[in-house]
């Protein structure tokens, strides 16, 4: 049995009027043991035609001032209100879409809350719940297996709650599949602000590890292998990312940086390869006929970089000749001057000392710089490039090396076994590196990730970015553009291409209207909290396709914790209040400060 609450009385394309009765005006009512929810704005309602019940939502409603009924000396106006189709139940299940549309004098008909709830149940298995329905405040399950499966928008202003949705989505699918999922799927979270950084989202600790990243004072002191994050040294020597790394021009530049991964190629699997070739450079400047002065500067470098206080002395005490020409040592405390144009010199002054360094417990960094170094004398000597247009270059890897040595230890191990779980938390970190790092990360994991997958991939991995307009902006005027274009062009292709490798995005952001197009509109699924911005609003709108006209309208006034969810994994969308979590070690680090509390104010 059912509750008639009025009928149909006009329809004009999708919109449906309503005549309603009286006693419907009730906030709640119960009947046979069920409970229904009074007609009002946001509410759901059915219509009987035939065998099905339409179902629609209430969008409006009015006094018809035109018709009015006299009932003991009293005027009753005639109540309507505007209806849209968004489905129907057949046979008690429901069907997004629609197949009929109602006629005039069907009659309309209350649901009860588990007819409600199944609306938004569908292909959930009841399981997977981070809140309940904002206006009928009952719990929702989201169907999480169509939510992980797909690229994820989490927006909203400061404050609206968009940390805590992201924290309850994935502590929900950890709390109720962790297990599960070891060895079957990796999780990396890029935390710019370390909300994250302590007991968040995993159940069991011992699958999470943190990266503590910072290139301050800190990192210098107390940073070890253990704190920095394992680079494959694949993807340090590399042509593409060192001339994006150091912001090398295409003409000059990048064929540099390219000579020395391909010199380097040559060396790997030979013993004291670089050991050997170091020494042969030397020669080369100094026992080759044709001196340059400016050599000793690189030399210097190089000897500085393989930590060799022998011969970092010794380079010290050369100098140039003018006289002759050519290098010189006045060695007082030896047989009197030195000069090195022939064999004979060099091997007796120069050799042994060149003989005593080590270059196996070399940092990758620092191998980096005296390669650089050794291709710069090499390529004057030989005429090949003009040492200013390559002084820049030396410049810029001098800074950035000190920043990425800091966050970053190389490893000749191409697979780096990481936790279930794995934080990069870059609050300790300045800004250029907080750049670099993101896209280092999503280069490695993509391309790892795509490389190991069969045809059909049988792991999946998903990228997490928390304040994700920090890299994907296209407002960014601090940097080089190649650089930012390089990055957007290296998450628009995961977004457009990584689902079919299993890879999956979720980005979290209080301005979404920052983040690139193409990003945005590749995004399956959203949680949209409150959002004033007249832009923000703006993309939404001309973004989210399944986004109704009344939800739309929700997205300035929500109140905190409350959000649309909408996407390709929901037939409708849903305004929910996500649960708060209460629990101090679960939260992010993001609560509000209370001023009350702080100044010790009752």
């Known amino acids: 049995m059912k509750i008639n609450v009025g009928e149909v009385v006009a329809v004009k394309g999708m919109q449906v009027t309503l005549r309603i009765y009286d006693e419907s005006n009730l906030e709640t009512l119960f009947y046979d043991g069920k409970k229904y929810k009074g007609v009002s704005i946001r509410e759901y309602i059915g219509i009987k035609r035939g065998f099905c019940l339409i179902v629609c939502i209430i969008e409006g409603e009015y006094l018809d001032e ?7 000396n009293k005027i009753q106006y005639i109540r309507k209100i505007e209806v849209k189709p968004i489905g129907y139940f057949e046979q008690y299940k429901f069907n997004d879409g629609i197949k009929l549309m109602p006629m005039i004098k069907d009659k309309a008909y209350l649901l009860n809350e588990n007819q409600v709830i199944s609306i938004f149940n569908q292909g959930s298995d009841g399981s997977f719940s981070i809140g309940k329905m904002l206006k009928e405040d009952t719990p929702i399950s989201l169907p999480w297996n169509k939510v992980f499966n797909s690229h994820i928008g989490v927006f909203g202003n400061t404050g609206s709650g968009k940390s805590n949705t992201l924290t309850k989505l994935y502590s929900e699918l950890f709390n109720n599949y962790e297990d599960k999922l070891l060895d079957k799927s990796q999780f990396l ?34 940073a070890t292998n253990d704190n920095k994050f394992p680079l494959p040294s694949s993807h340090i020597w590399n042509t593409e990312i060192l001339a994006l790394l150091f912001q090398a021009t295409a003409n000059t530049q990048t064929p540099f940086l390219n000579r020395i991964i391909e010199k380097r190629a040559e060396h790997v699997g030979k013993q004291d390869s670089l050991k050997n070739y170091i020494i042969s450079t030397f020669h080369l400047c100094f026992v080759n006929t044709a001196q340059d002065r400016e050599a000793l500067i690189q030399l210097k470098v190089i000897a500085k970089n393989l930590k060799s206080d022998a011969l970092i002395d010794k380079l010290e005490k050369i100098f140039w000749y003018d006289n002759k020409n050519k290098f010189a040592c006045d060695n007082v ?47 004057l000597l030989f005429g090949h490039i003009q040492f200013e247009h390559i002084q820049p270059l030396l410049k810029r890897v001098e800074s950035a090396i000190k920043d990425l040595d800091k966050v970053f230890s190389i490893t000749d191990n191409n697979e780096v076994n990481f936790k279930l779980l794995s934080v990069i938390s870059l609050r300790d970190c300045n800004q250029k590196t907080k750049k670099i790092i993101p896209l280092l990360l999503a280069k490695m994991f993509y391309q790892n990730h795509r490389d190991t997958v069969a045809i059909k991939p049988d792991k999946t991995l998903h990228f997490i970015i928390d304040e994700a307009h920090n890299i ?20 628009e292709e995961i977004i457009k291409e990584g689902r079919k490798f299993g890879m999956f995005l979720t980005l979290s952001s209080q301005r979404p ?6 990003i945005m509109s590749q995004l399956h ?21 399944t986004l109704d006209k009344m939800s739309k309208s929700l997205i300035p006034n929500l109140s905190k914790g409350s959000c649309v969810v909408t996407g390709a994994a929901f037939d409708l969308p849903i ?7 209460k629990n101090e070690e679960s939260r992010p680090y993001s609560d509000d400060i209370d001023l009350n509390r702080l100044w010790g104010i009752d």
């Not at 979270?189 to 990243?213: R, S, W």
């Not at 553009?481 to 062009?489: G, P, Q």
């Not at 305004?575 to 979590?581: C, T």
């Open 513 to 518: 209207a920052d983040i690139s197009p193409t």
């Open 575 to 581: 305004v929910m209040q996500v649960d708060y979590l």
């Open 189 to 222: 979270l890029i935390d710019f602000n370390g909300e994250y950084t302590g007991n968040q989202l995993i159940k069991n600790p011992v699958n999470k590890k943190v990266y503590k990243l910072s290139t301050g004072r800190r990192a210098v002191n107390e």
């Open 472 to 491: 994907l902006s296209q407002q960014s005027t601090r940097e080089h553009e190649s650089w930012k274009d390089y990055r957007l062009e290296m998450f």
């Open 333 to 379: 405390a030896g047989p009197g001057w030195e000069f090195y144009e022939n064999n004979a010199g060099f091997n007796q002054y120069l050799r042994p000392i060149l003989n005593t360094i080590n270059t196996t417990t070399l940092n990758p960094f620092n191998e980096l710089i005296i390669r650089i170094n050794i291709q710069l004398l090499r390529d």
């Open 525 to 545: 699924n959203f949680f949209i909290h409150k959002l004033v911005n007249d832009r923000d609003l703006f993309l939404i709108d001309n973004t989210i396709s």
């Open 66 to 72: 035109k018709y009015f009924e006299r009932e003991e």
